[in-house]
Structures are given as C-alpha cells and as structure tokens.
C-alpha cells in the first residue's frame, strides 16, 4: 500500500527538520507537539533544528527489514543536536566497528527507504561523522 | 550586473581506484590510469542519489549567498541520472531548503552539460529581472556498464549556483552556447547503461564542440586566453581538459585548480560546475575565471566570470570543494562498489 499521503505530512519535519519551540518553558519537540509535555502550554513557534550533534547512544541493525537489507549492518542512534533536543536517526557512511558515543555527526539529507523499484522514494535525515 | 552569490558543491565520501576496477576484469590499471589520467572515483552511498547531493550542495549554496532561500525564484536541476523517469528532483531540492512553493522549476537533461543549461536559465532570468534569485545545480550519479571503459569515471557529485544581481561574488560578463546534432553517447529509454561511439566521443564530438564554444567566447569578449587567472573545462576524464585547454592557449597552472577528475572522476552534470566551486574557493578580487562544459549530443555552454571583493567574505561559509575530496575517503573494494551502485540483480 502507498504511503505517499503520509510521507508528504511529513514533510517539513524529514526535509527540513522543523522543529517547535514552547513560548512558555523554551522546550523543543521533534516532531512538533500540539501540547508541551514539559509545562503544558500549547503555544508554540517553530524552530529548525542545529545540523550538528555528538552521538548519545547506538545500535546496529544486523538482520533488518526488507526495505533496509540493502544497507545492513547499519546504525540507528539518538544523536543530542548541539543546543537542541536528541534526535532518533540512521547514522551513515560509518562503518559500525568504527562509530563510537560521543562522535560527532552532522545532519545529511539522504534516501531514507524505498516503496519497492516502482514506488516513490522516501528522503529524510540521518546522521553522518563530519569531514 | 548578474553573477552568481552563493556557490556550494557536494561529494560522497566513497572512492574506488581504478586498480580495483582493472583487476576484476583483466584490464592493465597503468594504461587506464596513464590513457585516462585519472587514479579513483567517487562512488555514491546506497542512501545517495542526485536529488540527495543537490541539497546538499544547494544548503552549502545558501550559506555563502546568506539570502532566506524563501526569495529563491527559480531551481533547476541538470542531470542524467534523475532519480525518477517522472517526478521532478527540482520538488524535492526546493522543498528541502525551504524555497517553495513560490518558484518555478524544472528538471533539464543534456548529458554532462544539463548543469551548465540551468546555469543559463538561471542567468538569464536574474538579468530579465524576472526574479531576485535563482538556483542551478549540475548533479549526477552516473554509471559506466561494466568493464566498460567508462565504468573507470563515472563518478558522483553535485555543484550548486544561487544568481542574483546584487552582492554578487563572480559576475558573468559574458556567455556563449555551441551546440550540433552530434551522436557520441545516449542512453535509450529503459536503458541501464549508456551507450557510447568510442573515439568519435573525442575530435568530432567533445574537442570540436569546446573548441568551437571557447574559440566563440574569447572573440566576444575579446579576450585571449593568458588573460585568465583559471580555467575550468568539463572533464570527462583527465586527459581530455588538458588537451583542449593546451589547444586552445591555456596553461596547466590556469587549468589544475578546477581539474578535479583525476581524483573524483567524472560526475557529468556536475564536472565543470564542480571544478568551478573549487576556483571560486581561491579564487581573489578582481581575478578572471573561463569554464566551458561540454554535454555529449552535443554542444558546449560557455561562462566568463570576473571575481568581485565579496569572494572572500563567503568562501569560509561552507565546506570547501577540496574538502571533500581531501577528507574522510572511504575506499571500497569492487564487490561494494558493485553492491552500492545496484549491479549486482538480486532475487525476488
């Protein structure tokens, strides 16, 4: 089944990383929030999220989902943006033996997955070592 | 006077060598390496395509032209390797930094020179004072059947040109466009691999046609080749660039600041667009830069830039072109390679 209706809602968030700020707390939600989980209020201004970060946490996927076979083994991790919120994301062009926590990685736009050979193709963020 | 304000290139970070493609299929690396003067290529991540590159490229753009890309009226991409047979990239790239949905756009094809064409458009434009600025990027992923002689270059990158006419860090003083019925290299519809003429890709095809561009150009302008800090011609491998530029009257130390095929290869759309980024990198004040592209079909555009005093305020904004190339390479053996560039036909 497609899923082009949801991936275009998803839009300003996986391409742009669109992120909201609380008016009340300062509090940042990705993906925005309709209510602020720290203080309650629903008032909010949008915010793009820092392109760069240092690597919290990981794991590697090494029997993945079809649509991922492709690229395994590869890493999903929780990446804390500079001055931001963490961020739950592939971290790419690394090989798993060599990612460590604390690495520091900036955001890339990248194909996230494909609907097959005759679907639209999915594009989103993930995390890459900097130069 | 129009120009461009903001430039930014982009580059995965995989290479192969060209040893590594010889040695799977028996070929002699030094005489590929010497005939084609070129040591490795780029190879594009699984996760990459030209749509992924041009935004990149675009986002580094952005940061040197400092402009709210909302103000952006125009994005094309010039490529051979368009993700999708109908779906525009150009969507995708205005979309992800942010210009839409206020812009017109389109996605141009003309073999390695589709770059150079939204260039043109993109110029134009801005001197029509149809719009404040607009942005062409040349970007291609392309592939070289394999054991073919191209499968040593085709390589992967992207470069990406915001113009404008105000702040402007080259401006195009003058533009030329040569173009024939040339059949040198095509790919038919449903086709996985291009197809190409072998030497008739060479004095027929890509020497007649920058020639006759370059040769045009400088009778404009008026201007002889010794009057150019650089030059940048479109580099199908090494060899070729060198040749035509040495033909023409340039000199080596003009053309190898643009010259990065022998490290990157051929990234078609992408080749002279990116050897510009890499110029306007060092690139000083008040110095004069020549590039011609060259797209099999075939035809040649032509660009004569003059660096203004903004260049050095925006050349730090952004990583630079020999970043790229320089660090973090990442180098595959050919089985990767094979995997990363889908040649490998896999079961249902």
């Given at each position: 089944m497609s899923t082009s209706a949801r991936y275009w809602r998803e839009i300003p968030q996986r391409y742009r990383y669109e992120a909201s700020k609380c008016k009340g707390c300062g509090a940042v939600w990705f993906p925005p929030?309709?209510?602020?989980?720290?203080?309650?209020?629903?008032e909010f201004e949008d915010v793009v999220l820092p392109g760069t970060g240092k690597v919290k946490t990981f794991t590697v996927i090494r029997v993945a989902p079809s649509e991922f076979s492709d690229e395994a083994p590869y890493a999903i991790g929780i990446v804390d943006l500079d001055g931001g919120p963490a961020i739950q994301c592939q971290i790419a062009d690394c090989a798993p033996e060599d990612l460590k926590t604390g690495m520091a990685v900036k955001i890339e736009f990248r194909?996230?997955?494909?609907?097959?050979?005759?679907g639209i193709i999915n594009y989103g963020f993930k995390a890459v070592p900097v130069l | 006077m129009a120009g461009i304000v903001g430039y930014g290139a982009y580059a995965p970070r995989y290479r192969i060598k060209v040893e590594e493609i010889a040695k799977v299929w028996g070929a002699d690396a030094p005489s590929y390496k010497r005939g084609l003067k070129l040591v490795e290529k780029s190879v594009p991540a699984p996760d990459q395509d030209v749509i992924t590159m041009s935004v990149e490229a675009s986002r580094n753009a952005l940061r040197r032209a400092?402009?709210?890309?909302?103000?952006?009226g125009a994005v094309y991409v010039g490529s051979e390797?368009?993700?999708?047979?109908?779906?525009?990239?150009g969507t995708v790239v205005g979309e992800a930094i942010g210009a839409t949905p206020n812009i017109h756009c389109a996605d141009l094809e003309f073999a390695c020179k589709a770059g150079s064409e939204g260039m043109f458009i993109a110029l134009s434009l801005i001197d029509a004072g149809k719009m404040e600025y607009a942005l062409a990027i040349g970007a291609d992923t392309s592939q070289g059947a394999?054991?073919?002689?191209?499968e040593y270059s085709a390589a992967a990158g992207a470069a990406a040109f915001i113009f404008g006419?105000?702040?402007?860090?080259?401006?195009?003083?003058h533009t030329f466009s040569f173009m024939t019925d040339t059949p040198d290299f095509w790919r038919r519809e449903y086709m996985y691999y291009p197809r190409h003429a072998g030497r008739f890709t060479?004095?027929?095809?890509y020497f007649k046609h920058v020639t006759g561009c370059a040769t045009a150009i400088l009778d404009m302008a008026g201007m002889?080749?010794?009057?150019?800090d650089y030059a940048v011609f479109h580099q199908p491998n090494g060899k070729f660039p060198l040749t035509v530029g040495k033909k023409l009257g340039f000199t080596d130390k003009q053309m190898e600041p643009g010259l990065?095929?022998?490290?990157?290869g051929n990234t078609y759309s992408g080749s002279s667009p990116m050897g510009l980024t890499a110029v306007l990198d060092i690139a000083k004040p008040g110095q004069s830069v020549f590039m011609c592209s060259y797209g099999s079909g075939a035809g040649s555009d032509g660009f004569i830039f003059r660096i203004t005093d903004h260049i050095t305020g925006v050349q730090d904004l952004a990583l630079k072109t020999t970043d790229y190339l320089d660090k973090n390479q990442v180098y595959l053996e050919y089985g990767a390679y094979a995997k990363y560039r889908k040649k490998i036909r896999l079961g249902e």
């Open positions: 929030r309709l209510i602020c989980s720290a203080c309650g209020k629903k194909k996230v997955k494909q609907e097959g050979e005759a | 400092r402009i709210d890309p909302a103000d952006i390797s368009h993700p999708y047979a109908v779906k525009p990239s394999p054991g073919d002689a191209l006419a105000k702040n402007t860090v080259a401006d195009v003083e060479g004095v027929p095809a002889k080749p010794e009057d150019f990065l095929c022998p490290r990157l």
